[in-house]
């Protein structure tokens, strides 16, 4: 992997820290739980004297986030409980001795409450030890954390209490019936429903079939939460209810776009990307809904509004918001096992892309109708944008030349030309500046005439930390007049021969190819359609591909994989996506035995029962891979204990896009492409008269696209960028965050990456 000597090991997003020494602290547990403390240190120091290790559980210590973390001091091997006695915890000499004992698992924990905002130092000792010392870095439970400073304007909830949109947290509860055909129902312990049903965990718990919802708000937006719970019983992070399995299933949003104002956090009861699979609740909680079978085996259900790709298409926030919601659930509810994630259309989105770009975040994904990242995306609908404007208008087609929708679709890559318009329609509008966005009005949003310092509702301006700003000599009259460039642009069209298939197989003629390659044009920065093809900004096309806006899988070999997907009629959710990612897989590791294709036979979904079978192979896949002990890399774990059932399944297939009609690989992940010198020796089909090769020469006279080489720019993400200093201050295109930051309570030990 580029840059992994400088870069944060891919891995477990949960932290470690611990004074440089020997391994020989005692950890024992009475609760069969054996999570990952990574190379705690302890024992005796080089004076003899007994020591102790730090853990910090919930989260990387240099992550932390609303002034509490969870922290196991490890005692020395052999420690008595006089020693115990004696143990001393403070935070910048400020005592919280009193938060620790030895719980019953035999460990010895608490809750660190009370942390400054900024640099914490942990100290623990025992008499006559050396003091061990952790650092610990708070950051506000509005954020940020490490995407940087955040966007503005920002409409809160009605119910926030500051301008961070904090709020009490609040619970909820839900029963299921033993009536199949009800949905789920509120629950009220004073007066208890006849028809509640009961459910049996995976670990053989037989409990009420009661889920307690958390609603709380975190990075100025809200979070949910949603376990089997037993009103009345207690639940601390070191003793949780019976019936918690100790795994998380992580539910996702669909669609793609921005917001300037908290919304709400995808539902943790059903699928999809609109919430649930069929559109009807009922059906789904009887067929397909997963989150329902996870509850019921004793997950943990969790999902976050800035992980609802529609309300937030922004990979940097989309990720601290898990790391911050993983942290308060480890703080509340105990230690992970492994979390999975699942989702629809821009659910599938964002698992793929954070999996890659921050992993550890999750073992195992479940992606459905399935998309790799944002930005490869945004150039096939960026494509098929132009296109309608060129076949959708004969005006702009020379006199005497004719399009029929066959050719259409010859050009397009897709038989169905609804796919292109079903696309547009849905997709485009998050590339343009002046879309009414949420939590804008028509007073503050940006209009290049108008109000050109206004706000801008297009998904790269949403990331400015990632993509920074365009520089002076390419400001458009409205950057000018504001004195500031606007977020640079990772799409690109230069060179690109549309049609160049459709041609070389005489679907349509060269005068047709000359005449849509001459008129094609670009997109602006604001999104508009323009005469002259669009020019990538270099600085935003190399920060796509490090940060991960641009998924090219170099890391995805530490996650398991199950794609569900179903044959693409013309949906604007094209089968190809799901090859797409494989095939970057195997360019970055040789292979994709990490990856499962399960192809079904209803549109888009694949099957009804997919996400609910899905998460069940996942789960037994993770829990193979979490018994293997083996000194061993991670990615070399999930491949060799995948269960030999699980497997590709049915027989998929796909169509293409403009790109691949034009030349572009399965990968389709190039988004500026080299170019090459024009030759009348490739292949042209039925070839040029000598004026149409002047005209062709014209309309590309730098060359045109050569696939056979990689991308301009085009390189590994790099895992772990921090797109903030330690004062705050934005870092454009990210920097990586310190090394050996692994461990602690979010996965068990197997998923502990390895260097080897």
């Not at 240099?62 to 115990?84: F, K, Q, T, Y």
């Not at 670009?522 to 591909?545: F, W």
Request: charged content about 15%; glycine content about 12%.
């Amino acid at each position: 992997m580029r840059g992994d000597r400088t870069v944060l090991r891919a891995g477990a997003v949960a932290m470690l820290l611990c004074a440089c020494g020997g391994g020989d602290a005692e950890h024992t547990g009475g609760d069969g739980w054996s999570p990952d403390r990574g190379p705690v240190s302890g024992g005796s120091s080089s004076e003899g004297k007994p020591s102790v290790g730090l853990v910090v559980l919930s989260n990387r210590p240099d992550l932390l986030s609303a002034h509490d973390a969870l922290v196991e001091i490890v005692l020395p091997r052999g420690a008595s409980e006089p020693d115990i006695a004696t143990l001393r915890v403070d935070v910048d000499g400020r005592d919280v001795t009193a938060a620790f004992e030895r719980r019953k698992n035999g460990r010895v924990m608490g809750l660190v409450t009370g942390l400054a905002l900024g640099r914490n130092v942990l100290s623990a000792s025992l008499a006559g030890g050396v003091p061990h010392r952790v650092e610990l870095v708070n950051h506000p439970n509005g954020g940020p954390v490490f995407a940087g400073p955040q966007v503005q304007p920002w409409a809160c909830q009605s119910t926030a209490v500051d301008e961070a949109c904090n709020q009490p947290v609040a619970y909820s509860f839900f029963y299921r019936s033993t009536n199949p055909n009800k949905d789920w129902q509120p629950y009220d312990a004073e007066h208890p429903p006849s028809d509640l049903a009961m459910t049996t965990t995976d670990a053989g718990v037989t409990v009420p079939f009661i889920v307690r919802v958390e609603t709380g708000y975190q990075d100025r937006d809200q979070y949910t939460i949603g376990v089997l719970f037993q009103p009345g019983s207690p639940w601390t992070p070191w003793e949780p209810q019976t019936q918690w399995n100790r795994k998380l299933l992580i539910t996702h949003g669909g669609s793609c776009g921005v917001s300037y104002a908290a919304g709400s956090a995808p539902s943790i009861f059903y699928d999809g990307a609109a919430g649930n699979i069929t559109g009807l609740p009922i059906i789904d909680n009887q067929i397909a809904n997963s989150p329902t079978v996870a509850l019921g085996r004793g997950f943990a259900v969790m999902s976050t509004a800035l992980d609802n790709n529609g309300h937030n298409c922004n990979l940097l926030t989309q990720a601290e918001s898990l790391v911050m919601a993983k942290e308060h659930l480890v703080e509340t509810y105990g230690e992970l096992r492994y979390t999975i994630g699942t989702g629809c259309s821009g659910g599938s989105l964002s698992q793929q892309w954070i999996a890659n770009a921050y992993p550890g975040i999750y073992q195992g994904i479940l992606p459905q109708c399935s998309f790799p990242d944002t930005w490869t995306s945004t150039t096939q609908v960026a494509d098929y944008h132009l296109l309608r404007a060129y076949f959708e208008n004969p005006l702009k087609w020379k006199f005497g030349i004719l399009w029929t929708p066959l050719q259409w679709g010859s050009v397009t890559g897709h038989p169905n030309y609804l796919n292109v318009q079903l696309a547009d329609n849905a997709f485009f509008s998050a590339a343009v500046a002046t879309y009414a966005c949420s939590g804008t009005t028509a007073e503050n949003r940006y209009d290049p005439l108008t109000n050109p310092g206004g706000v801008r509702c297009g998904i790269a301006d949403h990331a400015m930390n990632l993509f920074g700003p365009r520089p002076a000599d390419v400001w458009t009259a409205a950057e000018k007049t504001v004195g500031r460039g606007f977020a640079g642009l990772a799409l690109d069209n230069v060179g690109v021969q549309y049609g160049l298939a459709a041609l070389q197989s005489w679907a349509i003629t060269p005068a047709q190819f000359i005449d849509l390659n001459a008129k094609i044009g670009g997109v602006d920065i604001d999104g508009q359609v323009v005469s002259k093809r669009t020019v990538a900004d270099p600085q935003a096309l190399a920060r796509a591909y490090r940060s991960g806006a641009i998924n090219e899988a170099n890391n995805l070999g530490q996650v398991a994989i199950i794609d569900l997907r179903g044959p693409d009629p013309g949906f604007a959710h094209d089968a190809y996506r799901t090859w797409a990612i494989r095939a970057r897989l195997d360019r970055a590791q040789g292979h994709h035995k990490n990856h499962v294709v399960w192809f079904g036979q209803v549109p888009v979904f694949g099957g009804l029962n997919y996400p609910r079978e899905g998460l069940i192979a996942m789960d037994r896949w993770l829990s193979a891979v979490e018994a293997d002990g083996r000194d061993a890399p991670l990615a070399q774990k999930i491949v060799e204990d995948k269960p030999a059932d699980i497997g590709d399944y049915g027989a998929g297939y796909f169509y293409g896009t403009p790109r691949t009609v034009a030349g572009e690989a399965i990968t389709t992940d190039i988004n500026k492409c080299q170019l090459k010198p024009l030759s009348r020796n490739d292949d042209y089909g039925p070839g040029f008269s000598d004026s149409q090769w002047s005209e062709l020469q014209a309309i590309f006279p730098d060359g045109v696209c050569d696939y056979a080489k990689s991308g301009v720019a085009q390189d590994s993400t790099i895992p772990w960028l921090t797109y903030q200093d330690s004062s705050g201050h934005v870092v454009y295109g990210g920097q990586p965050m310190p090394m050996n930051r692994q461990a602690g309570g979010w996965a068990s030990a197997a998923f502990s990456p390895k260097e080897h």
